[in-house]
């Protein structure tokens, strides 16, 4: 990969794609949720059960990418920081183009969608977009790359469904869609930037080389792995646990015993 | 397209991308205000719909 220029900071391809993708190799296996899909073929929306509960999740995973991007940084003391591939960086160009890319994407889902849980899911695909340049890219057009993040991820996910394939939580259309586009994005835009060493300059063809590689490593492993798991009747859940609810057939606890109805003991004081 | 301001790193100062092209730097810049101000505009006439909707719905 360093041979053809590959220049991904932000892993877009090498977290984003691998594990979009894997996760598609895995859901060809694993199949949809019940109730899911119509004898029609049409798809039912399975609302989450909790949506404050997933916003603060999403807003905790984008509080965490600044931490794990500003950490993709190679801190040298006393001398200048350099990033992955041994150019010279900063840290303030991946907290900025961060926070644009973010506000972009929440921005660009939002006003696509108005539904909060795409709303943030939009400010994580912002991110992807933006990741594999976050040292290079001229701050607004963090934020442009940003919103488109944010505008493909339901038309993305809304394919997918359409095909049949169940992605409860847009993980493929999020990570493996935007990835893509983050991985691109640099091979159009932020193309002809000299690496270290031998290694040749940033460029369309070394990013395509890269994504393709990326691409592969994720949804051979997810498939085949799943595939194995599903011939040895081990990758999905019976039916009657589905509709029971992994939870409460797991789980010896209730979570919340009054909104249930549950009978609890009813404490007296001593006599 | 090659975007990058810089053809080595020794010496280099702005190497964002377009740091070498004003023209380029201030259309994307506009288009970020744009959207940025389109938004709330957006919002605005949003909300504004979705009240009279629900005010016609009393």
């Keep these: 990969m360093k041979d053809w220029g590959y220049h991904d900071v932000g892993c877009a391809g090498l977290i984003h794609v691998v594990a979009g993708f894997f996760a598609l190799g895995v859901l060809l296996n694993l199949g949809p949720r019940i109730g899911k899909y119509n004898a029609d073929g049409t798809a039912n929306e399975l609302l989450p059960h909790n949506v404050p509960m997933v916003l603060i999740g999403l807003m905790l995973i984008i509080v965490g990418f600044f931490g794990f991007l500003g950490a993709c940084l190679i801190f040298n003391p006393g001398a200048q920081w350099t990033n992955i591939y041994g150019q010279p960086a900063t840290l303030s160009s991946y907290a900025f183009n961060t926070l644009m890319c973010f506000s972009g994407g929440i921005i660009g889902a939002w006003a696509t969608t108005r539904d909060p849980f795409w709303m943030m899911s939009g400010a994580l695909a912002g991110i992807f977009v933006a990741a594999a340049g976050l040292d290079v890219w001229y701050p607004p057009l963090a934020?442009?790359?940003?919103?488109?993040?944010?505008?493909?991820?339901?038309?993305?996910?809304?394919?997918?469904?359409?095909?049949?394939?169940?992605?409860?939580?847009?993980?493929?259309?999020?990570?493996?869609?935007?990835?893509?586009?983050?991985?691109?994005?640099?091979?159009?835009?932020?193309?002809?930037?000299?690496?270290?060493?031998?290694?040749?300059?940033?460029?369309?063809?070394?990013?395509?080389?890269?994504?393709?590689?990326?691409?592969?490593?994720?949804?051979?492993?997810?498939?085949?792995?799943?595939?194995?798991?599903?011939?040895?009747?081990?990758?999905?859940?019976?039916?009657?646990?589905?509709?029971?609810?992994?939870?409460?057939?797991?789980?010896?606890?209730?979570a919340y015993p009054e909104a249930t109805g549950s009978k609890s003991v009813t404490l007296q004081p001593a006599e | 397209m090659d975007t990058s301001p810089i053809t080595t790193w020794d010496g280099a100062a702005a190497y964002f991308t377009f740091a070498d092209r004003p023209v380029v730097m201030y259309c994307i810049l506009a288009a970020a205000v744009v959207a940025t101000f389109g938004t709330i505009v957006m919002a605005a006439l949003h909300e504004n719909e979705i009240y009279k909707k629900a005010d016609g719905k009393k």
């Design chain 1, 143 to 254: 934020f442009l790359l940003g919103i488109l993040g944010g505008v493909i991820i339901k038309p993305g996910n809304d394919f997918l469904v359409r095909r049949g394939i169940d992605d409860s939580v847009g993980a493929v259309s999020v990570h493996g869609f935007s990835g893509i586009l983050g991985v691109m994005a640099v091979g159009v835009l932020a193309a002809g930037y000299p690496n270290v060493g031998d290694a040749p300059p940033t460029s369309f063809i070394g990013q395509f080389v890269g994504l393709c590689v990326m691409l592969l490593c994720g949804f051979v492993p997810g498939y085949f792995g799943s595939l194995a798991l599903k011939s040895l009747g081990m990758l999905r859940v019976p039916d009657r646990e589905q509709l029971i609810g992994l939870d409460a057939s797991e789980i010896p606890s209730q």
